[in-house]
């Protein structure tokens, strides 16, 4: 598509269209030498338990600076690097990095990561998961992969059966931005998710007295509860919206009112404060 855009055809009645097409065609020539360029690294924001407040783990975000680009967000270049076909290898080492840099923190800490549904649909990549954790030597159960309703909606992909076998190898599903997708419900009970992760879109509305978002908490909350799995509330910015979300049952939170996504050796500190906490216990 970007390719016909590029190629000048909208020029004369959609000037903005153009541009925006001439500006993927950067991104995704820039896009396409960051890995071996060194241009990307991971940031790793806390996830806490609602109720104590103690860090259960993080979950690895990644960020890409470009030497003249500067910094470009993952809502510009991940959509980018799913269409340009890049996300397998960029994913790859997303998850290796992870694995890695988390394999000596505090054995207790979680480390979660995104998985585009892409990756899914390769057959290979429960492979690529045990060869991470091999070579990393972090326990199964310290990883938490996130997906997204997205994955259910090709029929045919052998996507649930990926995440069984990735299940089989010990780590943990969470199923990411629930309820901003449009898939059916069925795939809640064919799939044993650790964690259900509320989109920031609905504890934002609830805080601000929007009924719908408050009705829609309450029900995932009562729907995950019934099927024996966890809740997280993603995008926690103040005291108030934590209130909330603790009293509407979620059992974990994430967001800028706990810690911004950080640099992995602030990280490494975090999670070495938690190993002291629980000793001293
Ligand atoms: P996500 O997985 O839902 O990640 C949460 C996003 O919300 C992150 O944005 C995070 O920085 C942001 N966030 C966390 N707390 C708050 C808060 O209190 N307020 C606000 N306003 N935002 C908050 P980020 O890092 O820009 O990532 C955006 C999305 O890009 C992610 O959403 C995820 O879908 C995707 N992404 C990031 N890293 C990866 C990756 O390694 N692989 C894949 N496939 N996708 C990734
Ligand atoms: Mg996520
Ligand atoms: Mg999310
Ligand atoms: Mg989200």
Redesign the pocket.
């Known amino acids: 598509r970007s390719k016909d855009a590029g190629g000048g055809v909208f020029h004369a009645y959609e000037p903005q269209l153009h541009l925006r097409a001439e500006e993927r065609r950067v991104l995704e020539m820039a896009l396409r030498g960051a890995l071996e360029k060194n241009q990307l690294h ?2 790793y ?1 806390p996830v806490v338990n609602a109720g104590t407040g103690t860090l259960t783990g993080f ?5 890409w600076t470009h030497p003249e680009l500067g910094s470009i ?3 510009k270049f ?1 959509p980018l690097a ?1 269409e340009a076909r890049l ?1 397998a290898p ?2 790859e080492w ?1 998850l290796r990095t992870a694995c890695e840099e988390a394999a000596s923190w505090n054995n207790q800490v979680r480390i979660a ?4 549904a892409e ?1 899914l649909h390769n057959p290979g990549y429960v492979a690529i998961v045990a060869n991470a954790l091999a070579s990393s030597g972090l326990r199964a159960d310290r990883l938490e992969l ?1 997906v ?1 309703e997205s994955v259910f909606m090709r029929e045919g992909t052998g996507a649930t059966q990926t995440l069984e076998k990735l299940l089989d190898l010990g780590i943990r599903l969470s199923l ?2 629930f309820g901003t997708g449009y898939s059916s419900l069925g795939y809640l009970s064919r799939t044993r998710f650790s964690s259900i ?1 509320i ?2 879109s609905f504890v934002q509305g609830a805080s601000k007295g929007v009924k719908e978002a408050l009705a829609i908490i309450r029900a995932v909350v009562a729907l995950a509860q019934s099927l024996g799995m966890a809740t997280t509330a ?4 103040t005291e108030d919206e934590h209130r909330l979300v603790q009293l509407l049952g979620c059992n974990k939170v ?4 706990f810690g ?2 950080l640099p992995v050796e602030e990280a490494r500190a975090l999670a070495t404060d938690r190993a002291a906490e629980s000793r001293a216990a």
Not at 254 to 257: A, D, E, R, S, V
């Open positions: 991971l940031a924001q979950e690895a975000l990644l960020r967000s993952p809502g991940i799913e996300i960029i994913g997303v990561v995104n998985v585009s990756q996130e997204t990411d931005d992760k989109d920031r993603e995008g926690v910015e994430q967001g800028f009112y911004r996504p």
